[in-house]
């Protein structure tokens, strides 16, 4: 989760340091990586509180799977959006590059999110043995 908050604090920083409120698209992207930075944060915060042992009602894998989920296909929305409305213009070259940078670490959070749903559906399904485990259940 550290990487994630880390990236989408760059694709917020960058969008937010751009003329981003002459095009509406990229209020979508400054939307999006603002709701999942927080969101983030919190979820890590949670982690390091060690909340989920004292909110053992919660099936937390599942709201951890549900949560990245959600977030990719967001962040595959704003991606697509911040690489097309990236045009290149001879007087505001500084926005194009600043867009430009973060429609790709837009394209970067999107992967770890998509990772990270990988990883918490295996979690959820309890597919995620080690091989100490294995090893132990092979000889019992």
């Given at each position: ?13 960058l ?20 709701f ?24 937390w ?10 977030a990719?296909?967001?962040?595959l ?13 001879s007087?505001?070259q ?9 429609a ?14 990988f ?5 959820w399904?309890?597919?995620g043995?080690?091989?100490?485990t ?7």
């Open positions: 989760m550290g990487t994630q908050a880390v990236l989408g604090l760059l694709v917020w920083a969008i937010a340091n751009t003329t981003y409120h002459l095009h509406a698209v990229y209020s979508w992207v400054l939307f999006v990586s603002i999942f930075w927080i969101l983030t944060v919190l979820f890590f915060m949670a982690y390091l509180l060690q909340l989920q042992l004292k909110l053992y009602m919660i099936p894998p599942l709201v951890l799977m549900i949560f990245h989920a959600v990719t296909v967001l962040y929305s704003a991606f697509a959006a911040c690489a097309a409305a990236a045009r290149p213009t007087w505001r500084w926005d194009y590059n600043r867009r430009a940078a973060a790709f670490f837009s394209c970067l959070v999107m992967i770890t999110y998509g990772a990270s749903t990883f918490s559906f295996r979690a399904k309890g597919l043995s080690n091989a100490a294995s090893q132990v259940a092979d000889h019992t």
